[in-house]
Structure formats: C-alpha cells, structure tokens
C-alpha cells in the first residue's frame, strides 16, 4: 500500500496544472455547499430558538387537556416538589412557572383583547432574556400590580410608563376578575402579534387577579442539549407520573415544524442540483485527465504493470484529489461561517417582513456544527469517487496500441 501511496502522489503533481485545476473543482463543491448548508441549518436554528425562547420552551408540563382547551379552568396545582422533580433531570437547564390567559385591557376611551402573561420575572429574564426588550422604563418585580406592556399594545392604547392599565376578565371557574395595574416598562418584540397583545406582570398578581392562587398554566422548561428532547420527554414523565401533559415544542408548534421541513426539502433540492453541476464538473477534469495521460497508461501497461495495479494507484490519486480540495474547501469555508455564526446578516424590506410574520428575529445566522461539514465532506466524496470510475473502467480495458496512437 505504502508503494500505492508514494506512487499516485508523484503521478500526482507531475502535471500540477491539471490537478490543481481537478482539486479546484472539489474545492468549489464542498465550499458552496457548506455555505448553503450552513445558512440553511442556522435560519432553522433561529426560527426554533425564537418561538422556542419567546413562546413555548422546548418542553411544556401541562394539566391535561390544556393545550386543546386553553381555558383558565384548565390549570394545576404548583408545588416546590413539582418543579424540583423536573429540575432533577438530566439534561433540564432551567424551567419557568407560568400563569397565561386573556382579559380585556381599558385606558380612557380605548379598550383591546390582550394577553396576559404571569410569570417569575428573574426566572422569566434569566431564560428569555426579557429585560432586554425593554424600550422605556424598568423591568417589573415581585412588588404588587407591576406589569411590562407590548410597545404596540401601549401606542394602541395611548398609554406609557407611569399610567395605569384596567384590566377586565373572568377567573378561575367563573369568577370576575378585575384590576388597576401600575405600567413599569415598555418591551418591543419582532413579531407583530407579539407586540400588540401581550402583557407581563408578576405570578402571584396573575393567580390573585384570576382567582387562581398556587395553579399555572404550565411549566416551561428549557434544556441544555435541545438534541436530546425525546429522552428529556421520558425522563419527566418519569419524574412527575401520568397525570399530567408532557408536550415538546414539536408537537405544539406543529406550523413551524411543517414550514422548516417544507423549507428542508426546497434547500435539499437546490443542493441536489449544485451537486449535480459539481459531479458533471468533477467527471469533466477526470475525463480531461484520462484522454491526456492514454499514452503515460499505454507505456506503463507495456512494460509490465498490472491493469488492477494501475487501477488502484489511480483511486489512491482520486482519493488525494477529493481529500486535498475537501480539506481547502472547508478551511476557506470555516472563517465565514464562524463570522456570520457570531455576527448574523440582518435583512431588511421584504425579507425582513417576511421573518417577523413568523415572529422570527429578521436576521440570518449561519449554524457552526460538526456534522454539516462531516455531511457535506461524504456527499462530496463520494461524488468524486464516483467520477473516478471511468478513469479506473478505462485502464482496464483501453487497447494498448490505439492509445499509442493517441486514440
């Protein structure tokens, strides 16, 4: 193997400008395909990141039936040993207690239907990074009747920080719920629904205000390897038992799922094609390269050397073609898709429209993982493995004599 090796390497930069060229065609095919890749993965990342950090977390404890009927009457009985028997399991980062309903919101002649979050605002922070939405005023407290308003919401209503908001609604089984509440703090969000209904305001003032004292709506639950979410998914269920309703962002953000596997599909097919043009164009040079060396084969058979050996050697000069321009390929590659990891490209006009109807951040990040260039490094690979097929099938039978002739 060591005589293969030392062999194919020489035959290999005896002609440096036709493997440079060859090498440069694998360098383009692994390059724009991580490129694509890369933007691809990282938009989907965003998209889940988003509605995961803002909405759902990437599991939800539920009482049963709630997300089917998401009635105030619908809720459970929160306890220390409920949350520290989820806390307990392996691979959960964090959690947070929620209470969320509706009600109808009234500042002087002006009245809309709102949402209302009640939450632990340190725990609501430190995994939503929520106090950094803040475009006016001071993050809310424990202390009685503060609460945050969506930006829209407060433009709609003519109100800022420092007023009061009214707040009309009915409460846990049946009764009225009613309430002054004192604005804190105004927080902007990318999605329009979002920034036009929503209201924060401390657990305990949402679960006096509904008449619902100690009961949530839910736990939300965030984790450290989003990877392992299934596995997350039993371990809880193991933990608290059956008699609650233990649903992961999948199964409640069935849209989104749908639209990123609809997209997954599109950009599988725009790599397809891109690897259709790669493969013609690395065929292309192997076949330039095997009509260029007829004679070196035709003179080396003659003299004694195997066709079988003569194959091999030529699929250990593939091989260091394919790994040389894969190596270049995501070497030039990496720079950029670190950068635009840490820095995302932010859209405007349309495009940028286009994520926030989606209650998606307008930015395209690019995804910084292992398997995207393990992925992308096989597929190219075996493309050119490929295309080495006929340079290998041709020394096994071209006629010795009409190659001396050049033909």
């Not at 207690?97 to 009600?103: H, V």
């Not at 995994?127 to 407290?141: A, C, P, S, W």
């Not at 040079?285 to 079988?308: D, N, P, Q």
């Not at 992925?375 to 190659?403: D, E, G, H, M, S």
């Amino acid at each position: 193997m060591k005589e293969y090796i030392q062999l194919a390497w020489r035959n290999l930069w005896r002609n440096k400008r036709r493997s440079i060229l060859t090498i440069a065609s694998v360098f383009f095919a692994v390059f724009l395909a991580l490129i694509m890749r890369s933007m691809q993965v990282g938009s989907y990342d965003n998209m889940i990141s988003n509605a995961v950090r803002n909405a759902t977390g990437y599991i939800q404890v539920h009482a049963p039936g709630y997300w089917e009927d998401k009635a105030i009457d619908n809720t459970f009985e929160d306890n220390q040993a409920l949350e520290e028997s989820v806390l307990a399991v392996n691979n959960v980062s964090g959690l947070i207690p929620r209470l969320e309903s509706f009600a109808l919101a009234s500042s002087g002649n002006k009245t809309k239907g709102v949402g209302i979050i009640g939450t632990d605002p340190i725990k609501e922070d430190d995994v939503t990074g929520l106090k950094k939405r803040l475009v006016d005023g001071r993050y809310f407290n424990h202390s009685s009747s503060e609460i945050l308003v969506a930006e829209n919401l407060a433009k709609y209503l003519e109100i800022s920080v420092g007023d009061s908001l009214v707040l009309l609604s009915q409460g846990y089984h049946g009764v009225s719920a009613a309430g002054l509440f004192h604005i804190v703090g105004i927080v902007s969000f990318p999605s329009p629904a979002m920034n036009s209904q929503l209201i924060y305001m401390p657990l305990e003032d949402a679960q006096y205000f509904y008449a619902a004292p100690a009961h949530l709506t839910s736990l939300s639950i965030m984790l450290d390897d989003p990877g392992m979410l299934e596995e997350t998914r039993e371990g809880i269920i193991a933990a608290i038992g059956e008699n609650y309703e233990v649903m992961t962002w999948e199964e409640m953000l069935t849209a989104l799922v749908q639209g990123i596997e609809s997209d997954n599909v599109s950009g599988w097919f725009m790599l397809g094609i891109l690897y259709m043009v790669v493969a013609f164009g690395i065929f292309g040079t192997m076949l330039m390269m095997t009509m260029e060396r007829k004679r070196e084969f035709a003179v080396m058979v003659s003299i004694g050397m195997h066709r079988s050996k003569l194959a091999r050697i030529l699929t250990v000069e593939t091989t260091f073609i394919a790994l040389i321009g894969i190596l270049a390929g995501i070497v030039a590659s990496i720079p950029i898709c670190y950068y635009f990891f840490q820095f995302p490209i932010q859209l405007t006009g349309e495009a940028a429209k286009a994520m926030i109807d989606f209650n998606v951040e307008p930015i395209m990040p690019f995804a910084f993982k292992s398997y995207i260039f393990i992925q992308q490094t096989i597929i190219v690979l075996i493309l050119t493995w490929l295309a080495a097929l006929f340079p290998i099938t041709y020394v096994q039978r071209f006629n010795v004599l009409r190659a001396f002739r050049g033909k």
